[in-house]
């Protein structure tokens, strides 16, 4: 079954504990992104990949880290959490060719709180 | 930069009545426009597209149409269910491919 998958699906923490959230998509995507969501504010985009080693920053990106080594995976990683980044952490990863993209798939989400 | 406004929630409707959401975006050039849908627990599911101006995506009994000239994608059904309650995002997709959403429409629809 093509699909995200993203763990842990729930995750409590304590201020400054690093912690990686991971992201791995089985359909060959190249562009991969992660976006956190908030009661009102909707969904913000955090990191984005256009593929393997390429990464940019997205509308909120500070206190967070992505790498992409391998196609398939996109974690998160953050360094130092506060209790501002506790929220739902959604991957997703779509298909691009030929300059085109052909929708997102998304993964489950992550509800992480920072204590 | 690029936005998406929709109407704020939640919208609470008995069954077998007629749905609308609102939804308008700015954007420089013509964004493809998108609904999703969250039921609760679960990540976002695409429902509907449209890529270009006057098109109209329709799925599951929901329908929207792209209309340029007054920038929105309304979303819209004629006769809900119960199980249609969920959150419902538009979003707008730009030329880097980043997906630009709404604050979200929470519905609830009664028995």
């Known amino acids: 079954e093509a699909q995200v998958t993203q763990n842990p699906r729930y995750l409590i923490t304590v201020t400054g504990k690093k912690l990686t959230v991971t992201c791995s998509q089985n359909?060959?995507?190249?562009?991969m992104s992660w976006y956190r969501q908030d009661p009102g504010l909707g969904l913000r985009q955090i990191y984005y990949?256009?593929?393997?080693?390429?990464?940019d920053k997205g509308d909120v990106p500070e206190g967070y880290k992505v790498s992409r080594k391998e196609k398939r995976n996109f974690p998160l990683i953050l360094e130092s959490p506060s209790p501002n980044q506790t929220s739902l952490y959604f991957c997703a990863s779509s298909l691009t060719r030929d300059g085109k993209n052909y929708g997102y798939t998304f993964g489950s989400g992550t509800r992480l709180t920072v204590v | 930069g690029n936005s998406v406004t929709q109407m704020e929630g939640p919208v609470t409707l008995s069954e077998e009545a007629f749905l609308t959401i609102n939804c308008t975006y700015t954007?420089?050039?013509?964004?493809?426009l998108f609904w999703y849908v969250q039921y609760p627990g679960e990540g976002l599911q695409l429902l509907l597209k449209a890529t270009k101006a006057d098109d109209k995506g329709s799925n599951k009994g929901f329908e929207a149409t792209y209309r340029k000239e007054t920038t929105s994608f309304h979303l819209e059904k004629g006769s809900v269910q119960v199980s249609d309650s969920a959150v419902y995002f538009c979003a707008s997709r730009d030329s880097s491919y980043k997906l630009i959403f709404g604050s979200g429409t929470r519905l609830l629809v009664r028995p």
């Open positions: 359909m060959n995507h190249e562009y």
């Open positions: 990949s256009m593929n393997v080693e390429v990464t």
């Open positions: 954007a420089t050039g013509y964004p493809s």
